[in-house]
């Protein structure tokens, strides 16, 4: 399974997770030309799997996952919907809190029971946010990848469920002490802090020191550009991972960035070669 991570914070999220013919984009942050336009920058850069973007049928997905009702994940799913027709799939409380185009497009799912699509099953399980919102494991049949942002606080029971994920994509929003002395009003500043705002980079070190075997790379995400550095967010990861052989990475307000959820061949478990592109300098 191959990922592209194509927009990731407050300004939009998208991550495209594609194998065995089945394409399925997680949140809706990003039209439909910065999409084809971010798949060609990482088919150009030798991305293994990429396509071409000339034509429409190199960036279109089959379907496409919202994972809440905020607005820079929900972005312009009522446009793919209505004017390219790809279904959308949703819980039932976030297709009641956000406009997603035509009904008949939209597809609901538990926020607790498993579903496929194409090669894909998708394993969600709620997160504590001001929104419904889910963590989504994505399996292959081979390999699993977990997507886990936007929550105030780790729940019970999440470590498990991303426990041996191949790749883990988790949310590192922001430095308590940036945060304190931010430009951010108290009442924003507490909705952040809150239980059901975002994840710190301290939060996210403890979920990381917790985690069992298995996990080759990890993928810091949702980083705040006024609250958060990607040097102290990855510096805190590094140590809370330890003694784990887990490749680090930072994604980028605007990618691509394609990680593969294979680890490089005759090295079971050992660090990825992800390919990162147009990262922050200096990581
Ligand atoms: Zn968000
Ligand atoms: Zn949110």
């Known amino acids: ?47 293994p799997g990429s396509t071409s973007a000339g034509s429409t049928s190199a960036w279109t997905p089959d379907a496409i996952v919202i994972t809440h009702a905020h607005a820079d994940h929900v972005g312009v799913a009522a446009r793919y919907n209505k004017k390219h027709k790809i279904p959308i799939y949703a819980s039932e409380a976030t297709a009641r809190a956000a406009h ?13 029971e498993p579903f496929a699509i194409g090669a894909l099953t998708f394993s969600p399980r709620p997160l504590p946010h001001d929104a419904a919102q889910v963590a989504l494991v994505v399996d292959d049949g081979a ?4 997507l886990v942002t936007d929550l105030g606080e780790v729940p019970p029971g999440l470590l ?5 994920c191949d790749v ?3 949310e590192s929003n ?22 059901r705002g975002h994840l710190s980079n301290a939060q996210a070190c403890a979920l990381l020191a917790a985690l ?26 590094r140590d809370a991972l330890l003694g784990k052989r887990a490749r680090l990475l930072a994604a980028p307000p605007r990618g691509p960035l394609v990680l593969d959820t ?22």
């Open 100 to 112: 997603l185009g035509d009904p008949e497009g939209v597809r609901v799912f538990s926020p607790r």
């Open 143 to 146: 390999r699993r990848a977990a």
């Open 174 to 195: 922001y430095d308590e002490e940036m945060l304190d002395a931010g430009p951010y009003p108290q009442h924003l500043k507490r909705r952040i802090l809150s239980a």
């Open 160 to 164: 498990e469920h991303v426990a041996g």
């Open 1 to 47: 399974m191959q990922i592209t991570i194509i927009a990731s914070g407050s300004g939009g999220n998208a991550t495209l997770f594609a194998s065995r013919g089945t394409r399925v984009l997680v949140d809706a942050g990003v039209g439909p030309r910065v999409l084809a336009q971010c798949l060609a920058a990482a088919a150009t850069a030798g991305a």
């Open 262 to 283: 294979a680890p490089p061949p005759g090295a079971a478990r050992a660090p990825l070669a992800a390919r990162q592109l147009g990262l922050f300098p200096g990581m």
């Open 168 to 170: 883990l994509m988790l």
């Open 212 to 237: 069992p075997g298995g996990t080759h790379t990890v993928a810091l995400m949702h980083l705040s550009e006024n609250n958060n550095r990607p040097d102290l967010a990855l510096a805190a990861a």
